[in-house]
Structure formats: C-alpha cells, structure tokens
C-alpha cells in the first residue's frame, strides 16, 4: 500500500490526500512535522531529497516528491473518476487553469507569508538550499494574490467549477490554495460571491474535510 508522507497544517500535502480521496486510492499516512523541522532530518533527506511533502511512496520502492508527480501517477493508476479531463480541449483548459492556480495564486501566497514568518528565517524557498527572507517580496505576493481573487470570482460568474465540465485538479489546486489565504488575514469570500460559492460546493465534497 502507498505511504503519504504528510503534514496536516501545510497546503501542498492537503492537496495530495484530497486527490487521493477523490480516486479512492487507499494508502497509509506518516506524519513530517515541518514545525519540528522533520523534513529537515537525515531520515527525511534519503527519502526525499528535496525535503519537502508530500512524498508518496510506492509499493515498487518509487517516491514520488511532489504534487504533479503524485497526481500523474493517480490518474494513471486509477483513471477514473478522470480529474485531467477527458476531451483534448477539457485536458488543456484543466491544465491551463491549474497551472494558473499554482502561480499566480498559491505561490503568491508563499511569497507573501515564506518572506516574512519568523519562523521561515532563512527559509524563503523549500527545499535543502537555505534563502534569506525579501520582506518586499511579501506586499507584491498580497497584490498577486488579490488580483487573482478578482479574476477567479469573475471567471466563475458562469460556471460551476474552474474548467471543463465538473469538478478537477484544478478546482483541488485551487480551493487548497485559496482556503491557505487565511494564513494571510484574507478573506477571499470577501466582496467575491462567486468565489464563496464555488468554496461552499467544494466544502460539500467528503474529501474537502481532510
């Protein structure tokens, strides 16, 4: 059965165990504490180099070290329900979308808090290369991340979820994403009615509550 190294307060992580309720892919669960620098153990290092979760590893000895790696190897390993989209045209809207996800809003977060938490010192990127902090950094991640707001609520005047014809990795990305902007005192709802809605029907889904 495959190992979810996991953390339960960190985005990156929620967004894999999200996707793998979704596939009901049924696999294990062992606990990185980032806040105890876990990740940053020698234990850690040889399974995952890049010292970050979540890592899931196979039951071939194959690790799998980040998001992308992981939801490829589900909807592959257990296709349905298809969360890549099924069409040529829903497979490419669904990447666009959780692409733009990834960057111009979750990354956007982390420019913001990674840059500025005391307890990121040092540590503004992931990973096993040390960064000093940018505090400037911090205010241009807040603006990304409300000009995304904007752009999502209007994107979702029309529509159910972020692409294609129903729910998909990108709404995964996505909703994860913008549930961590309270790590910023945001409230994404705020003045944006489609995207509460849109949070109300992935709230209703059972895997949103993991």
């Not at 190294?5 to 504490?33: M, N, Q, W």
């Not at 994107?155 to 294609?164: F, P």
Request: glycine residues 6%; neutral net charge; contains cysteine.
């Amino acid at each position: 059965m495959p190992i979810l190294y996991d953390f339960p307060r960190a985005p990156s992580p929620r967004r894999a165990r999200i996707l793998l309720a979704e596939k009901g892919i049924a696999h294990e669960t062992r606990i990185v504490d980032l806040a105890a620098g876990e990740h940053l153990s020698d234990t850690y290092r040889a399974l995952n180099p890049g010292l970050t979760v979540p890592a899931l590893a196979l039951d071939d000895g194959t690790v799998l070290t980040d998001n992308a790696g992981i939801a490829a190897w589900a909807e592959a390993f257990k296709p349905d329900p298809p969360l890549f989209g099924t069409t040529p045209t829903d497979k490419a809207e669904i990447a666009s979308w959780n692409s733009k996800a990834e960057g111009e809003c979750l990354m956007a977060i982390a420019e913001a808090m990674r840059n500025t938490a005391p307890a990121m010192k040092d540590r503004a990127l992931p990973g096993p290369v040390n960064y000093a902090q940018i505090p400037e950094l911090a205010e241009r991640g807040k603006a990304r991340l409300l000009h995304f707001l904007d752009k999502l609520d209007a994107h979702l005047a029309t529509r159910e979820y972020l692409a294609a014809s129903g729910f998909s990795i990108a709404d995964i990305t996505c909703g994860v994403a913008v549930d961590f902007s309270r790590v910023l005192r945001i409230d994404p709802g705020e003045g944006r009615p489609n995207v509460t809605a849109w949070r109300a029907r992935l709230a209703a889904r059972p895997s949103w509550s993991l």
